[in-house]
DNA sequence: ACCCAGGTGCTGC
DNA sequence: GCAGCACATGGG
């Protein structure tokens, strides 16, 4: 085992975040954590983590797994000065998101994992997320004596189209067997996306089936390490909306699709998808340019503190 | 019965 | 570009 002692940190939240799908507390203040072909056990006491693990395999994955060698202090100073005073709302929105966040770490998971992983995760709840993806791994995973790594491209391909059924993917079971099919014909490794600029890393990703823009994001910022992305889904645009724009900017919005619908009530979900990709692209541009850089750190803070709800 | 979930692909303007 | 819809499955 191998100790070490570290502020902003804090396990529990990290499993609760939402970019980690194979992260379980096991009693309170352990944790076993699986990431491709590999298993860890965790224990957290404070600033005192425990990882059951050799030095060695420490320093060569977990160490840069946990991303331990950045500075999140210094994001959430720069939240903290960015947040002073103001009664403005949505910096007082990120000022208690920060706080109820802070101690979540970006993970570096692997990056075929996170394809298949957030190719499952559409329209999907967390807690079924979990579950397709370990009935995945128990199928197709390499076993390891009670319990299974996360299955290779070569795995899925090879069992054919109809080798997903019976695992309630749904209609992702296309999206899975094709994205496998190309990643062996392309000859993709995984690893190789962090040589890549984000640009050129979000534009391949979104070659596959099943990728779009979301996942691609979610891919580039949990398994790529690139802490510029800022995945865009059904909470973030809730959190934009309320948070991020003028009561003058909703009320026009509102204005506009109440004349093209010609219905009272709208629904949440509309109003949302009312507004394009790009204009929440615009929103976060405005909203949080102080962190560009590391934009994708405080996606995450707001996504758990919004989703804790 | 209905609505929603860490969206994507396809169609038609 | 952008809006509208279909796409499975499970849970409130």
């Not at 309320?242 to 109440?258: H, M, T, W």
Request: glycine share 10%; net charge neutral.
């Amino acid at each position: 085992m191998y100790k070490i002692n570290t502020e902003y940190f804090d396990l529990k939240r990290i499993m609760n975040s939402g970019q980690v799908f194979r992260f379980y507390e096991t009693e309170p203040g352990s944790f076993t954590v699986y990431s491709g072909n590999r298993r860890l056990e965790l224990h957290q006491q404070g600033n005192e983590v425990t990882f059951m693990c050799s030095k060695v395999e420490y320093d060569e994955y977990w160490e840069s797994y946990f991303d331990l060698k950045r500075d999140y202090g210094k994001v959430i100073k720069l939240a903290a000065q960015n947040c002073k005073g103001t009664g403005d709302k949505g910096k007082l929105f990120l000022k208690e998101a920060a706080a109820y966040s802070a101690g979540i770490r970006i993970l570096k998971q692997d990056v075929w994992e996170m394809m298949i992983s957030f190719i499952i995760s559409q329209q999907k709840q967390i807690p079924s997320i979990r579950k397709c993806i370990e009935a995945l791994c128990e199928r197709f995973g390499e076993k390891h004596g009670d319990w299974y790594g996360f299955p290779t491209a070569k795995a899925i391909a090879s069992a054919g189209p109809d080798g997903l059924k019976g695992l309630s993917l749904g209609y992702r079971e296309r999206y899975i067997y094709e994205t496998s099919v190309k990643y062996l014909a392309d000859g993709f490794d995984g690893g190789s996306l962090i040589s890549m600029s984000y640009e050129d890393a979000k534009k391949y990703l979104c070659t596959f089936s099943g990728i779009g823009e979301k996942v691609a994001d979610c891919v580039c910022l949990f398994g790529g390490g690139f802490t510029d992305a800022f995945p865009i889904d059904v909470h973030i645009k809730d959190i934009l909306y309320r948070e991020f724009l003028s009561d003058a900017e909703k009320k026009k919005i509102e204005a506009d699709l109440k004349r093209r619908m010609g219905t009272v009530d709208i629904p949440r979900k509309k109003l949302l998808d009312s507004i394009p990709y790009t204009g929440y692209q615009d929103i976060i541009d405005k909203a949080f340019s102080p962190y560009k850089g590391v934009r994708g750190i405080v996606q995450q803070w707001v996504f758990a503190f919004e989703t804790s709800k």
